[in-house]
């Protein structure tokens, strides 16, 4: 009915200006003049977007990496494609490709909007609050972008798409580092902006990052992130020296860093981790290497708990559920202390001289000693403790993503147990087809 009346303005007066829906505010409209409730917003909606298909990512990279069996009677693809059955190869046109990396750019767009959004809000009255905003947007957005490059690896990663309609050229095809060298970059600018970033964010975070919720302390989740991304890029040095800036604590809680969140309230998700003890049809069940490569007397164990009977599906088996997480409430880290103590651990073997060497022991001895294990007695040499590290980087961070990158990596993929004859173990996901 409003309609007629302003096309009738429109003839008899002059040309009318776009009118944005005051209770759905536009993107334009936040992008031009942002206030700080819209930020709140941006920033809130970053945090949930990032748990999106979060799932789906994790029972890619753990089922490929056996850490765990993905058992559903309504979808065979867990235990075909993902663990390449026979003939089935990974489908680029499917929710174990799609999703996550649909989700992942998502949350990337967020935060191009936020970034966009503090040049141009009035509400951000100081350079130091414009600072904290941007240094949380581009710590987050690099952060997002290695999710990415975990699964597509050498395909290469879209880093810059502020622009859908121009959107940049892959990064790191063929060249895998290539995309990580960009990702420390992102996070290079955010680490500037944060440490110039005052005594408060303009915003408020969730209890998930309780402790590092001003500037200054966000910072040292960015340095713990870069820390992760130069290692995986080979630059022990520099992963040492991000790590010096992080929150890495030799004698500290192991479990101290930041987390997705969830609960039962209302409108909130789920941990798409966790399923109830001894499910069935639909489950998460711990690969049996998982239990049986494990050092007589190691805590960890109390990840993976002895079902009361086997699950079995397509040619698989299991005597364990999948136990990281105690309840569908439980919050899923992003990084934390002990994945710190395990980066410093692999920097100072890789350095190899002896003093690096002894510091790498002394690492591995906390992680260790924490899981009830005595401290390292094999050689004090680069090979040995490189295996030692990686074994306690298996049982420290199961379940959370690393197994696959780990052996990737370390051209260990060949290692990873074969169940049944004609499985492969994937070096990457393909280039969704939408990108082609």
Request: net charge negative; proline share 4%; with cysteine.
């Amino acid at each position: 009915m409003i309609l007629p009346a302003f096309l009738a303005m429109g003839f008899v007066a002059c040309d009318i200006d776009t009118i944005d829906d005051p209770n759905n505010p536009s993107v334009g409209a936040i992008s031009a003049n942002a206030s700080l409730s819209e930020i709140q917003n941006l920033v809130t909606g970053i945090e949930a977007g990032m748990r999106l298909n979060l799932g789906q990512y994790y029972d890619g990279v753990g089922v490929i990496g056996r850490d765990f069996y993905r058992f559903s009677t309504s979808d065979p693809r867990f235990t075909s494609d993902l663990l390449g059955k026979g003939s089935a190869t990974l489908d680029n046109n499917t929710f174990y490709t799609t999703n996550p990396y649909s989700s992942r750019y998502r949350a990337v767009k967020n935060a191009n909007i936020l970034l966009e959004a503090v040049d141009n809000s009035t509400a951000l009255t100081t350079a130091e609050a414009r600072n904290a905003v941007k240094g949380y947007a581009n710590t987050i957005k690099a952060y997002q972008l290695l999710l990415v490059w975990v699964q597509q690896y050498d395909n290469g990663i879209r880093i810059e798409v502020s622009n859908a309609d121009d959107l940049g050229p892959f990064i790191g095809e063929n060249d895998h580092k290539a995309a990580l060298r960009a990702i420390a970059m992102i996070l290079d600018e955010g680490y500037g902006q944060l440490t110039s970033g005052g005594a408060e964010f303009p915003f408020s975070l969730s209890s998930g990052f309780t402790g590092f919720d001003t500037p200054v302390a966000f910072a040292h989740v960015n340095r713990a992130l870069l820390a992760r991304v130069q290692a995986y890029n080979e630059n022990w040095d520099n992963a040492l020296d991000a790590l010096g800036s992080s929150f890495l604590d030799l004698g500290g809680d192991l479990n101290t860093g930041v987390y997705h969140t969830y609960s039962t309230a209302g409108g909130d998700a789920l941990n798409p981790q966790w399923y109830p003890l001894n499910a069935t049809g639909e489950s998460r069940v711990a690969h049996p290497s998982f239990v049986a490569d494990a050092e007589a007397g190691d805590m960890r164990l109390s990840k993976a708990t002895a079902r009361d009977n086997t699950e079995f599906q397509d040619g698989l088996q299991s005597d364990y559920d999948f136990t990281v997480y105690a309840n569908n409430s439980s919050s899923i880290p992003i990084i934390r202390n002990e994945e710190l103590i395990l980066l410093y651990a692999e920097a100072n073997i890789q350095k190899g001289d002896a003093t690096s060497l002894n510091n790498a022991v002394s690492a591995l001895d906390v992680i260790r000693n924490a899981a009830g294990l005595p401290d390292y007695s094999g050689p004090v040499d680069q090979a040995a403790l490189l295996d030692e590290m990686l074994m306690q980087r298996r049982y420290s961070l199961y379940g959370e993503g690393h197994r696959w990158v780990d052996m990737r990596r370390y051209g260990r993929l060949d290692e990873l147990p074969l169940d049944r004859s004609g499985d492969d173990v994937w070096t990457k996901f393909p280039r969704p087809a939408n990108e082609d």
